[in-house]
């Protein structure tokens, strides 16, 4: 079975602050790690993803994850946030030993940057 | 720029009445997947297709809802009759058919049913 953890609901950053958004995931074998942003009314946009190799992982609008094996952590972080940052941010786990295609999504995290 | 489409964007209609979306994966995708968005449940996978054979519908009430894959370029997603809780917004996605390849994901179509 794999699932995704968002601990928080809401994340509140001002403007020019770190930014980090938690994901933690449960899996039987390695995992596959993804994350999405969804802009309001809009589809889901992905960001960037954990396959295999450097645990820093690098995506778009200068976001970026850290893959914790031990910690079975795969947290969302931007050093600077911008207001066209606010948006709900979605993890998304499938693990290597599943013999399908699906993603499991997290309930998704509320970020709000206040200028 | 390659996107997956969807029609219509959004649908008002009646309970009992028959409601169709439509998809277009990106072109050369081969897996595609019809989610629904509630403020209540989330994101839940309702059914996917690879090559356009149905793989999973679990997600889905066999009920009232049925997905297809007449062909490579179209998806669609029914139900009737519908009801007020079927109200929701539907996403399509499209990805390559590898574990590692992330997913694409149409713009939705928002349904309310009266």
């Known amino acids: 079975a794999q699932s995704v953890a968002q601990p928080e609901d809401q994340v509140n950053v001002a403007e020019g602050n770190p930014l980090t958004v938690k994901c933690t995931y449960s899996?039987?074998?390695?995992?596959?790690l993804f994350w999405y942003v969804q802009y309001p009314n809009r589809g889901l946009q992905f960001l960037l993803k954990?396959?295999?190799?450097?645990?820093l992982v690098k995506g778009s609008y200068g976001f970026e994850a850290e893959f914790n094996k031990s910690q079975t952590s795969f947290h969302l972080k931007k050093p600077s946030a911008l207001v066209s940052d606010s948006a709900l941010y979605f993890c998304?786990?499938?693990?290597?030993?599943?013999?399908?295609?699906?993603?499991?999504f997290g309930a998704g995290t509320t970020v709000t940057v206040r200028a | 720029d390659a996107r997956v489409t969807q029609t219509p964007r959004h649908k008002v209609t009646e309970m009992g009445q028959e409601v169709t979306m439509r998809c277009q994966p990106i072109?050369?995708?081969?897996?595609v997947f019809w989610y629904r968005q509630t403020m209540m449940q989330g994101l839940e996978l309702l059914a996917y297709?690879?090559?356009?054979?149905?793989?999973?519908d679990s997600g889905m009430p066999k009920d009232r809802f049925s997905a297809e894959m007449p062909d490579a370029t179209l998806a669609t997603l029914k139900i009737q009759p519908s009801e007020p809780r079927d109200s929701a917004v539907y996403f399509c996605?499209?990805?390559?058919?590898?574990?590692?390849?992330?997913?694409?994901f149409g713009p939705g179509t928002r349904l309310t049913v009266l």
């Open positions: 996605a499209s990805g390559l058919g590898t574990p590692y390849n992330e997913q694409f």
């Open positions: 899996v039987s074998g390695n995992p596959y």
């Open positions: 954990y396959i295999t190799g450097d645990n």
């Open positions: 998304a786990v499938r693990d290597l030993r599943s013999n399908d295609y699906k993603l499991s």
């Open positions: 072109l050369g995708h081969n897996t």
């Open positions: 297709f690879r090559n356009r054979a149905p793989l999973d």
